[in-house]
């Protein structure tokens, strides 16, 4: 119903910044959540930031003041901003958008963009 396009991973030194973005096609259904997760080696993914339909936002505790997660839903993108990187925010970041079809809600996925921060 909807295909994902990240964009932005790559990387960087510690204390750098990277923004990503995730531009979703076009739907005739709700887009109620855009989100991020990642996972990094070893580990499960986890939720990293999400933004609704209705602009409420949430974050993991350990990127709280420095990631931002922002959306412009006419062009049905959501963006992270990712400031004061660590190393353990190295990852695979995945874009997650839930659709409201027949008021049930699917997850989409995109394939998924390597976050790297190393000196």
């Known amino acids: 119903q909807v295909q994902l396009v990240e964009s932005g991973g790559g990387l960087v030194q510690p204390g750098g910044s990277l923004r990503l973005s995730c531009a979703a096609s076009r739907t005739s259904f709700n887009i109620k959540t855009m989100a991020w997760y990642h996972q990094a080696p070893g580990k499960q993914r986890e939720l990293v930031a999400s933004?609704?339909?209705?602009?409420?936002?949430k974050y993991a505790d350990s990127v709280k003041g420095r990631f931002t997660i922002s959306r412009d839903s006419a062009k049905n993108t959501v963006y992270l901003q990712m400031n004061s990187l660590k190393p353990e925010d190295t990852a695979v970041y995945y874009c997650?958008?839930?659709?409201?079809?027949?008021?049930?809600?699917?997850?989409?996925w995109g394939r998924g963009t390597q976050v790297t921060v190393s000196s």
């Open positions: 997650n958008v839930k659709l409201r079809i027949l008021a049930v809600d699917h997850d989409y």
């Open positions: 933004v609704t339909d209705l602009g409420s936002i």
